[in-house]
């Protein structure tokens, strides 16, 4: 019995002894491998994004519509019957070129009509002329009466008089019959046609409408909230056919009043030349930028965190890359950009992913992507 317990205290110590040893390779794998683990294990990869401040400029955007400055309804001077429409909608248009006609044949009668009464207008005057001169010469030999040489001298101012107002109306004639032929007065473009050969028109009824060349608009509402800054605000044109392209534009007119329906208060924003292909009628946007001074940071949303519950941004030290948290103030939020008002100077850098995992003083290495 004796000799089974020294057996089995025996085997105790055996399996006590390997087991110590076992432990002992162990911690000296581990203390080996820490001795052979450089410091860059801790070195942490992050993004970063470089500061550039710029002044803070708060825009607003408006659809608009490009209209002509000046968009005339033409029609002719005088009645009649159209005979003849020589343009179309789109045509572009010259000085003196010819739009449309009417039918000159009643105004040809009229002119020949007052040709006759001139005329006799004329043999007239030239009858009481006569006549005044016989008795001019009567009156100065005494053998007329004054009231008889006075009522010549009338009846020869009447005939006078009469010949003038003819031939006036004969010039009323002659340019009526000018006016038969509807002319352009400026270079422009057709945009709406309402006459038709065939169709008997009255004196000033619409025929044409025609947009004058130029000098183009970007025509805009502007809600009530916003008509007061507009005039401060630096504005510009975006054509949607042509994104990213900003023409330069200078508030020329706003309606004294609201519309009834919309609320909204017509602006009108000339544009400072335009390229050629802008066309009448194409889709725009008015961006209305007012410039507040103040340089601010943008960075996306993902760079902040937190610092005694404010916000704040790890940036990058130089040389040595290690991180420091900064209180930043935030002036406003754009989308996913924060746009930084202070705490930052141009040109540092900044972590802008993985800003919760960070920790004071840690140093990181600065992540670029891999080349596709």
């Given at each position: 019995m004796a000799l089974f317990r020294e057996r089995r205290l025996a085997s105790a110590v055996m399996a006590t002894t390997a087991l110590l040893t076992v432990v002992g390779?162990?911690?000296?794998?581990?203390?080996?491998?820490?001795?052979?683990?450089?410091?860059?294990?801790?070195?942490?990869?992050?993004?970063?994004?470089?500061?550039t401040l710029e002044p803070l400029v708060d825009s607003v955007r408006y659809p608009a519509v490009i209209r002509p400055r000046v968009e005339a309804d033409v029609g002719f001077r005088v009645g009649g019957k159209v005979t003849a429409r020589l343009v179309e909608v789109g045509t572009r248009i010259e000085p003196g070129m010819p739009l449309a006609r009417l039918d000159p044949t009643d105004l040809q009668l009229q002119i020949r009509a007052s040709q006759a009464q001139l005329a006799s207008a004329k043999a007239d005057a030239a009858n009481a002329r006569s006549d005044f001169q016989r008795y001019a010469s009567l009156r100065q030999g005494e053998w007329t009466t004054r009231q008889e040489y006075d009522r010549r001298k009338t009846t020869l101012d009447k005939a006078e008089s009469k010949v003038r107002e003819v031939e006036a109306q004969l010039r009323v004639l002659d340019n009526?019959?000018?006016?038969?032929?509807?002319?352009?007065?400026?270079?422009?473009?057709?945009?709406?046609?309402?006459?038709?050969?065939?169709?008997?028109?009255?004196?000033?009824?619409?025929?044409?409408?025609?947009?004058?060349?130029?000098?183009?608009?970007?025509?805009?509402?502007?809600?009530?909230?916003?008509?007061?800054?507009?005039?401060?605000?630096?504005?510009?044109?975006?054509?949607?056919?042509?994104?990213?392209?900003?023409?330069?534009?200078?508030?020329?007119?706003?309606?004294?009043?609201?519309?009834?329906?919309?609320?909204?208060?017509?602006?009108?924003?000339?544009?400072?030349?335009?390229?050629?292909?802008?066309?009448?009628?194409?889709?725009?946007?008015?961006?209305?930028?007012?410039?507040?001074?103040?340089?601010?940071?943008?960075?996306?949303?993902?760079?902040?965190?937190?610092?005694?519950?404010?916000?704040?941004?790890?940036?990058?030290?130089?040389?040595?890359?290690?991180?420091?948290?900064?209180?930043?103030?935030?002036?406003?939020?754009?989308?996913?950009?924060?746009?930084?008002?202070?705490?930052?100077?141009?040109?540092?850098?900044?972590?802008?992913?993985?800003?919760h995992k960070l920790d004071a003083g840690q140093k990181v290495r600065v992540w670029t992507e891999p080349a596709r």
């Open positions: 390779l162990l911690a000296g794998c581990n203390e080996t491998q820490s001795a052979s683990t450089p410091a860059e294990a801790e070195v942490r990869p992050v993004r970063v994004a470089t500061v009526s019959a000018q006016y038969a032929t509807l002319v352009a007065d400026e270079a422009g473009i057709v945009t709406a046609t309402l006459i038709e050969p065939g169709q008997v028109v009255a004196s000033g009824q619409t025929a044409l409408r025609i947009a004058r060349l130029g000098s183009l608009e970007a025509v805009a509402n502007i809600p009530e909230q916003s008509v007061a800054a507009l005039p401060r605000q630096k504005l510009a044109v975006e054509l949607w056919s042509h994104p990213g392209q900003s023409i330069a534009g200078s508030l020329r007119e706003v309606s004294p009043s609201a519309d009834a329906n919309t609320r909204t208060f017509q602006a009108k924003i000339k544009l400072t030349e335009p390229p050629p292909t802008v066309q009448l009628g194409m889709t725009a946007t008015v961006i209305a930028a007012a410039d507040h001074g103040a340089p601010v940071a943008r960075l996306p949303l993902s760079a902040l965190a937190q610092r005694e519950q404010k916000p704040a941004v790890w940036v990058l030290s130089a040389p040595d890359d290690r991180l420091e948290l900064r209180p930043v103030t935030v002036a406003a939020y754009a989308g996913d950009l924060a746009l930084i008002g202070g705490g930052l100077k141009d040109g540092e850098r900044v972590v802008t992913a993985g800003v």
